[in-house]
């Protein structure tokens, strides 16, 4: 291809992405869209095909992001090149998200006939508009008896303020709409604007490692062009790689001989770490290197911290060998190793949020077989000590001496709630009830509000969230960055059991709260730790003053005085439940400790609403 | 030694508890069923010719449920291809409802059977129908005395602890009226809530309230102490005799021995095979009419599992493993397939060693499945 013909082929490309609230039907307007443009055939179809980890097809949410190129045949006689960028759709990626929006031009929001505009509606939708994108709105699951597709046309306008006149009306599964959206795509969605005479400059939106190519990145280009054998240059790290290929998704790897002006495609340079290619940076050609980065680069950096235990201690090197294959693909995840005297050896795990940390306790379980043991999570905390020396910890158990300790700082985030303004007063006080400190709030229109507040990210990350969906009926939106470190009156609470300090079980909490989370924690434990043949006391302690107390009662009986016949296998399998159960528990001294239960810090409040 | 179960999968009412394969019993094709389940003793027992059968257990289901005609049908055609061995023992299970008068009884009595297990589950109407049980206390003396009458004096009752509606108070009336019939056998299973019971789904609406586990960990040794004190000995986890008394055909399962399975969803455990029939009735008969085997799964039982279900099973029993027979079954010393497994359990006070036989404490019964999944072998090792 030369420079003109690039030029040419840059007013055929159409970049978007699909936005929507989960299980609005993102993922199956995309597979009709692949089918559409036989990009690929029938055979080959699978639900979702986008969604290409095991795990995402099971929760139903995307991971990785993908970017797949597809050609469209156009009523107009010409054919288009689409590239549908995927995106994650979770707070803890939304920097990923913002990322992969930034690669392209449109964006389709896909918003339910009967649900309506619901909160990650709205924060996708104004994720789209921060990155300038042209939004198509479509209505999907208009078949459903319940579908009410003008109501939902007012709310797209009412509350997100773009208009939804002509918004196109789909079933996704039925195929309904989807040859006018494509159609809208070609028209609505501009061109890309680069100059294929500049510099080259690319954003990373994606990074994947693969076993024989290295890390795999997938770019945009902004301007120019790149082919095999130029050397690049990464922005923001000045390193620089010499390309072994450059090609496309369509949607396995096709190799292409250039990428220019306006592509989305992948680019191998024999790149060993993904860590040396962040999400968000811009890569240029060493010996024509663009004159600025684009913008928005952040370095990700986890903000909570949990240990990670096998409960077989025998699988240490086991769990170290998955968390670097983990690490080959997840820039995010950090760790390091650490001892903990009831656990064990194990490591130190840094993550972006608590779905990242379940996403990643999910893949160690089942793509490598381990049984885990996590501890709950925490943040970094900055100890004053009395000689004004600064200690960094983000185990409890690491805590000083409290005679030794001036201060106590934590990390605080600014907080964006983004809520009709039905929930302000709850929201409101939930903030409050989690130490946050109002900072202002401002109406988005009639009715949405955007309200800020400094908040501890320990209250973030303990069960704000969850916190806040059920006080707004799910309709919240909640978007935060670090802030800063501020003093607060912390302490270091000792969970016993029988009697011994299980340091797995420590945490920080705030002298205020302590008496009463003392009391939650130990009820949560009573629950999820199992009666054994002995009775347990459960005790939580600052310092030796105790503070909340309780037995769980020794059990009485355990054996199955029932008649199953001949059904020996029965038996079997009843025995060996009861022996796989106990291979997921950890022995702390004489006593059986579940995997839930090092969790039972963190989700206190579900136990207690269980019970009401 | 040969052992048969036979499966009768009809029932005159559904209890609220249970999960055994079973169907109500009206509209069903009960004739051809009892044909088609004499063709599968025949069949099978074509290959065993030699082998003596020491005893029978029909079971279900409600194997009473049947009319006498039926019954006589199936019982004369066991007599036929199935004899038991004189001294054998020969058990049917029935409901006291179906013993109102004597007609099954008697034809039961002229086949040959000579123990019955009569599901009385409770002497306390208010609980026997909240379970859905349809007869009451006194139709269950009526139904004993009438068993007696005809000549039958092995006769064994159940009773089911931790029902809903129950108190230690009430299981100890249960239990007073069963003994003061002075039978020769008793059995007493917990309630265990399986799925696909009527139970479970008032469970999951949170409708069923049932004793708390100390409730029934009390009626457990409530019962035990109660037998006891009457001079009937605890032989297994659940199963209470007058000396001399026990039932072979139990005995014959915890000893991990053989046994021909016939019947819709029956389990038999022949040399290395445990196999297991085709559970729905008309999957059963269907192989059957083409004078095929309605076997649904094979499970060949490799050398780890025998022992695994030597020790587990043999362990529910009072009298426990003998070492000695161990050894000469299988080859190798207890201690040389679970190596310390058992020292560590006798010094916890679990297992003890009485004349070379490993059996479980008083104590450790009330958490045997806890020492049984110790003799669970690891897969890795």
């Known amino acids: ?612 | 030694m040969a052992a048969a179960y036979i499966h009768i999968p009809f029932c005159d009412f559904i209890c609220y508890y249970c999960d055994f394969n079973k169907v109500f019993i009206e509209g069903q094709p009960v004739d051809e069923y009892i044909d088609l389940l004499l063709r599968e003793i025949k069949m099978t027992m074509a290959h065993y010719r030699q082998e003596p059968i020491d005893t029978i257990y029909i079971g279900g289901g409600t194997p009473s449920s049947i009319s006498p005609q039926q019954l006589e049908h199936l019982l004369s055609g066991i007599q036929k291809y199935l004899p038991v061995k004189s001294g054998g023992e020969f058990t049917i299970e029935c409901n006291p409802n179906n013993l109102l008068d004597t007609t099954r009884l008697e034809v039961m009595r002229t086949y040959g059977v000579n123990r019955l297990s009569i599901g009385v589950q409770s002497f306390n109407d208010a609980v026997l129908k909240k379970i859905g049980r349809k007869h009451s206390a006194q139709d269950a003396l009526t139904a004993i005395h009438n068993a007696h009458k005809v000549g039958f004096e092995n006769i064994s009752i159940d009773l089911i602890f931790r029902l809903p509606g129950q108190d230690t108070a009430d299981f100890k009336q249960t239990l007073a009226q069963a003994i003061a019939l002075d039978l020769p056998h008793y059995a007493t299973y917990s309630l265990i809530l399986e799925r696909k019971t009527i139970f479970y789904n008032l469970q999951r609406q949170g409708r069923l309230h049932l004793p708390s586990e100390d409730a029934e960990a009390d009626m457990y040794e409530l019962a035990i102490n109660e037998f006891s004190k009457h001079g009937l000995n605890q032989y297994e986890i659940s199963n209470f005799a007058k000396p001399g008394k026990e039932s072979k055909h139990n005995l014959m399962y915890w000893h991990n021995e053989h046994y021909f399975g016939f019947g819709a969803g029956a389990y038999g455990y022949l040399d290395r095979d445990r196999y297991h029939n085709n559970g729905p009735i008309q999957q059963y008969m269907a192989p059957l009419r083409k004078h095929k085997l309605p076997v649904f799964e094979h499970h060949l039982v490799p050398f780890s599992e025998q022992v695994e279900e030597e020790m587990f099973l043999g362990l529910r029993t009072n009298k426990g493993v003998s070492k000695q027979h161990f050894q000469d079954k299988y080859g190798y010393t207890i201690d040389e397939i679970y190596g310390d497994t058992v020292k560590n359990l006798i010094q916890r006070h679990l297992l003890v060693d009485v004349n070379g036989h490993i059996c479980l404490t008083h104590d450790s019964r009330f958490f045997g499945n806890n020492v049984f999944a110790e003799f669970l072998l690891d897969d890795e090792t």
Not at chain 1, 11 to 22: D, G, L, M
Not at chain 1, 265 to 286: E, M, P
């Open chain 1, 1 to 612: 291809m030369d420079r003109n013909e690039m030029i040419e082929h840059q007013k055929e490309i159409r970049n978007f992405s699909i936005v929507a609230h989960i299980d609005h039907g993102k993922s199956t307007i995309a597979d009709r869209i692949l089918e559409m443009t036989d990009t690929v055939s029938q055979r080959e179809m699978q639900d979702q095909i986008l969604d290409d980890m095991d795990l995402e097809r099971e929760r139903g949410i995307t991971i990785k992001l993908n970017a797949v190129q597809l050609h469209y045949h156009a009523k107009d006689g010409k054919t288009y090149v689409f590239h549908l960028i995927d995106t994650p759709g979770h707070v803890d990626f939304s920097y990923e998200v913002s990322r992969s929006l930034a690669a392209c031009e449109g964006a389709i929001l896909v918003v339910d006939a009967a649900q309506g505009v619901e909160a990650q509606t709205l924060a996708n939708a104004y994720l789209a508009v921060d990155n300038d994108l042209e939004i198509i709105p479509v209505i999907n699951k208009i078949d459903l008896p319940s579908a009410d597709p003008d109501r939902v046309k007012e709310e797209i306008e009412e509350m997100i303020g773009i208009d939804a006149s002509d918004a196109v009306l789909a079933s996704a599964k039925e195929g309904i709409g989807i040859p006018e959206l494509l159609e809208k795509i070609v028209h609505e969605v501009p061109a890309p604007s680069g100059d294929v005479n500049a510099p080259f400059k690319a954003l990373i939106f994606d990074s994947v490692y693969d076993n024989y190519r290295g890390v795999v990145l997938s770019i945009r280009v902004i301007d120019g062009f790149v082919k095999v054998g130029d050397t690049i240059e990464l922005m923001n790290n000045q390193k620089r790689f010499e390309v072994t290929e450059v090609g496309v998704m369509s949607p396995k790897a096709v190799q292409t001989a250039t990428l220019s002006a306006g592509d989305v495609g992948y680019l191998t340079a024999s790149i060993k770490s993904v860590k040396d290619t962040r999400v968000g940076d811009t890569i240029t050609l060493a010996d024509r290197p663009a004159e600025k980065a684009l913008p928005g680069y952040r370095k990700i950096t986890p903000m909570v911290y949990s240990g990670m235990y096998p409960v077989d201690n025998a699988k240490f090197n086991d769990l170290r060998e998955a968390l670097e294959k983990l690490q080959l693909n997840d820039a995010a995840l950090e760790f390091e190793p650490e001892t903990s005297k009831a656990l064990g050896f194990g490591f130190r795990c840094g993550f972006l949020g608590l779905l990242h940390m379940d996403v990643v306790q999910e893949r160690l379980e089942r793509e490598f077989n381990l049984d885990l043991i996590m501890t709950a999570p925490a943040v970094d905390y900055h100890i004053i000590l009395t000689d004004d020396t600064k200690k960094v910890i983000d185990n409890p158990a690491e805590m000083p001496e409290a005679t030794s300790i001036k201060e106590i700082q934590e990390p605080y985030v600014k907080a964006q709630i983004m809520v009709p303004n039905d929930y302000v007063g709850p929201v409101m006080e939930l903030s409050q009830r989690k130490r946050g400190e109002f900072v202002t709030m401002d109406y988005l229109d009639k009715y949405r509000v955007n309200i800020i507040y400094d908040i501890p990210l320990s209250e973030i990350i303990y069960d704000f969230f969850d916190d806040l969906k059920s006080n707004t009926k799910g309709y919240a939106s909640l978007d935060y960055e670090i802030e800063g470190y501020r003093a607060s009156d912390l302490v270091k609470m000792d969970i016993l059991i029988n009697g011994e300090v299980v340091d797995a079980l420590s945490s920080i909490v705030h002298k205020d709260f302590a008496f009463e989370r003392g009391k939650e924690i130990v009820s949560a434990l009573k629950t999820t730790i199992p009666r054994q043949q002995f009775e347990i006391p459960i005790q939580a302690a600052i310092g030796n003053k105790i503070i909340a107390r309780s037995n769980i009662k020794a059990y009485r009986k355990n054996v199955l005085a029932k008649c199953y016949g001949g059904d020996i296998t029965r038996k079997r399998k009843l025995l060996e439940k009861q022996k796989a159960g106990k291979k997921r528990m950890k022995s702390v001294g004489s006593v059986e400790i579940p995997q839930e239960a090092f969790m039972s810090i963190l989700r206190t409040d579900e136990t207690e609403s269980h019970k009401n």
